[in-house]
């Protein structure tokens, strides 16, 4: 679980986004950053019963920087608002599916999935559920699939059918997404409880059928 002081550090952060600030304020960032990992490597510790392949990894290996890449944006705040967790074989450096935990007061957020997929990973993807569309809707048409996350996102979409397909094919609502993502929200009281690893842990393994299906799909 974690403290509110993790929540309260983010909101101060949120209404005081500078480098002084921050330096001001760097203890209680270490505090929060290490409270966050140990955090996750409970919940990797639960993790790794039902998937194997982050045996390996350590809370370190997933949190990500909280300082933001200000170059090409319009927004200068040097730091996100959030603690993001990216959980897969190798850690946070991943391309392809993974699970993702969003720690920001207000926006907590459990999800998992293939964010915007390269070209060639998004084509397999799109022929997996092509080939295997049974196999596919049987996942995210699942009771306990709809009961956590209600469908896949469709933040990112086609507007017109993709390449090679009909715009009549019979999935091609499914076909247009350019990202295969669920997600669920959390209240932020839901991580300052003591069954907050269960909690997390638990929409995490119903993510595992989506992710075993996108990884099979572009290790063809």
Known sequence: MLHTSTFEFLTDLSKNNNREWFQ????RFEVAKQEVETFVDELLSKMVLFDSSI???KGKDCLMRIYRDVRFSKNKDPYKKNFGI?????????????????IEPGQVFVAGGYWMPSADHLKAIRQEIDYNTNDFKKIIESKSFI???GQLSEEEK???APTGY???????ELLKNKSFIASSR?????LTT???????VAIFKEILPLNIFLQQAISH
């Open 194 to 200: 003591a069954s907050a690893s269960e909690t997390v």
């Open 86 to 102: 990216v959980i897969s074989s190798v850690g946070r450096n991943v391309n392809g599916p993974c699970y993702y935990l969003h």
């Open 166 to 172: 009909p715009k009549d094919h019979p999935e091609i």
């Open 158 to 160: 086609l507007k017109i």
């Open 24 to 27: 001001l304020n760097k203890k």
């Open 186 to 190: 959390l209240d932020d009281s839901a």
């Open 55 to 57: 045996g390996e990894l």
């Open 147 to 149: 009961k956590t996350f």
